[in-house]
């Protein structure tokens, strides 16, 4: 299967209206989605959110703190002013698995991909990296007003699935 | 969390590291926590779905990762961790959550596995799922 631009397209709707309908946030998609190295530097909280079915990949959220302690605030109408709040971090990975359900869903309708999500994991800290092995993937950067954001894709090649 | 949930994971980790040929592996106290906080340098993160439904973490330190990288790489020197090392980290976490999911199959738990994860830093502070976190070291 070639990775198509179709496979990404759901994640871009399901960020901008979850991002708006739970934060009450526009999220400004700057360019197209372009290829990735296998290591992502994290802006401070990543979230990442896996899946398979007839094939596998990854969906990352990156943040900047100040992006997530206002994605927390405005979602929960609490002030936090640490990004290790384990209620920010929860709030992030609740956010990540909202979106990657959505988007999911909506693959596996046009599709039949069958796929399904291990729940979302996040992490915050200073100077990491993440890396997915062997699977191609591709990011989006994005902006609100509150920070920086980048949205990354991940899908395993495989010859199985047609039609997208 | 029943046991019978984390016993196959510590197998096939001893299992997988002793067919690379590393036998000296010493199992630390469980314990039970919502968040994690690593001071290693580098998280292999791999989920699984199907009956059970979860996170794994694997987390080493630097000199372990490239021990065992060497280890499967037949001896080869590993002075550093770049893409192929990456990738052996990422093998490794697929084998020992692949096997222990196969262990899984035999008492009719159905356990399929997703991509891994390799998060590489110190000091990072997690919150793997919001289901119950083990912390085995």
């Known amino acids: ?164 | 969390m029943d046991v019978k949930y984390i016993a196959p994971f510590m197998d096939s980790l001893v299992k997988v590291l002793n067919d690379f040929g590393i036998s000296d592996v010493k199992r630390g106290k469980i314990l039970m926590k919502e968040s994690m906080n690593v001071d290693m340098d580098i998280t292999s993160v791999i989920g699984i779905i199907g009956d059970i439904r979860g996170n794994i973490a694997y987390s080493l330190s630097a000199d372990t990762a490239r021990h065992i990288i060497s280890a499967m790489m037949m001896g080869a020197p590993v002075p550093e961790i770049n893409a192929i090392g990456r990738s052996a980290i990422g093998e490794l976490s697929n084998m020992i959550t692949g096997a222990a999911s196969s262990q899984f199959s035999t008492t009719g738990i159905k356990a399929n596995i997703t991509p891994p994860s390799i998060v590489f830093g110190k000091d990072i502070y997690f919150v793997i799922s919001s289901l119950i976190l083990l912390l085995l070291p």
């Open chain 1, 1 to 164: 299967m070639s990775t198509g631009v179709q496979l990404y397209e759901p994640f871009i709707s399901s960020v901008k209206k979850i991002f708006k309908d739970m934060a009450n946030m526009d999220v400004v998609f700057k360019g197209a989605f372009g290829s990735e190295s296998d290591e992502i530097a994290s802006y401070g909280v990543t979230s990442v959110i896996t899946y398979t079915g007839k094939i596998k990949g990854s969906f990352l959220i990156n943040l900047e703190p100040g992006l997530a302690l206002a994605v927390a605030q405005n979602v929960n109408g609490i002030y936090y002013d640490s990004v290790k709040d384990s209620m920010v971090l929860a709030t992030i990975s609740e956010m990540n698995n909202i979106i990657a359900g959505n988007a999911i869903s909506t693959l596996n309708n046009i599709y039949s991909l069958g796929l399904w999500l291990a729940p979302p994991y996040v992490f915050t800290g200073r100077d990491a990296i993440i890396c997915i092995p062997k699977i191609p993937s591709a990011s989006i950067d994005c902006q609100t007003i509150y920070g920086k954001l980048k949205v990354n894709v991940a899908f395993e090649r495989s010859g199985e699935v047609s039609g997208c």
